[in-house]
């Protein structure tokens, strides 16, 4: 009875060994929150800028955001004061770029603990642009309408009025022009007739010619026929 109690025991403190380390380690990796949501990498800002995020570590003891000029400073410089209470998804600091030049900076939160050190989170490449010239509006260019061009009118030429001949005593009038008198001419029938007399001559010529050779062929036929 007595050597299982102290088998359980045993197992109960090796398990507590095992597992301390590990919840250790998670419940420090909770309570470590050091990073900055806004403003982000590239961004272009102006004014004064709300820097945001969270800073907290165990043993806390302050935070504070830096900023340093290019994208690699070697000097930093505190912007606002020291901050001794932790902040969790809230304003961290608020910047004041207009006391700056214009240029590239960096920004730097470290969460600094009781014993001296520190995490940090560091945000490179924003670029302060107070002095750059606010693009104005092109305005747009309104089309002038052109006035239409009113339509000639033509107007039409006042019609001849005719100017009345007069005839004086014992001259007799003339006509202006006489048409002649169309005069009727016979057909020459024999320019429309399609078919020629002289062509049957030779047709009837060639005829007879072609027959007498027909039947001379026959003869020679028949002759021929006979001898055999």
Request: proline share 11%; net charge neutral; glycine share 8%.
């Given at each position: ?49 709300e ?20 994208p ?7 912007i ?19 006391v ?6 960096t920004?730097?939160?470290q ?17 302060v ?12 260019e ?9 339509t000639?009118t033509?107007?039409?030429p006042?019609e001849?009025?005719p100017t009345p001949h ?33 062509g049957w ?27 055999l």
């Open positions: 009875m007595h050597r299982r109690v102290i088998t359980w025991a045993l197992l109960l403190i090796v398990g507590v060994a095992v597992c301390a380390p590990a919840v250790h380690g998670e419940t420090l990796r909770q309570q470590v929150q050091v990073y900055i949501t806004s403003p982000e990498m590239g961004q272009v800002v102006t004014g004064l800028v820097i945001r995020g969270s800073a907290l570590v165990p043993s806390f003891q302050f935070y504070k955001v830096e900023f340093g000029m290019g690699n400073p070697t000097q930093w410089a505190v606002g004061s020291l901050h001794y209470q932790p902040v969790i998804n809230d304003r961290l600091e608020l910047w004041d770029t207009t700056v030049p214009d240029g590239v900076y920004l730097r939160l969460g600094v603990k009781q014993d001296g050190n520190w995490e940090e989170f560091i945000v490179r490449q924003l670029e642009a107070n002095t750059r010239p606010t693009p104005t509006p092109t305005p747009t309104t089309a002038t309408p052109i006035p239409a061009t009113p000639p033509v107007e039409a006042p001849a009025t007069v005839i004086g005593p014992g001259v007799v009038p003339t006509r202006a022009s006489q048409s002649p008198t169309p005069t009727l001419s016979r057909p020459d029938l024999r320019e429309r007739l399609p078919i020629d007399p002289q001559a030779q047709s009837f010529c060639f005829g007879g010619v072609a027959m007498a050779v027909v039947f001379a062929l026959l003869g020679i036929v028949f002759g021929v026929r006979r001898l």
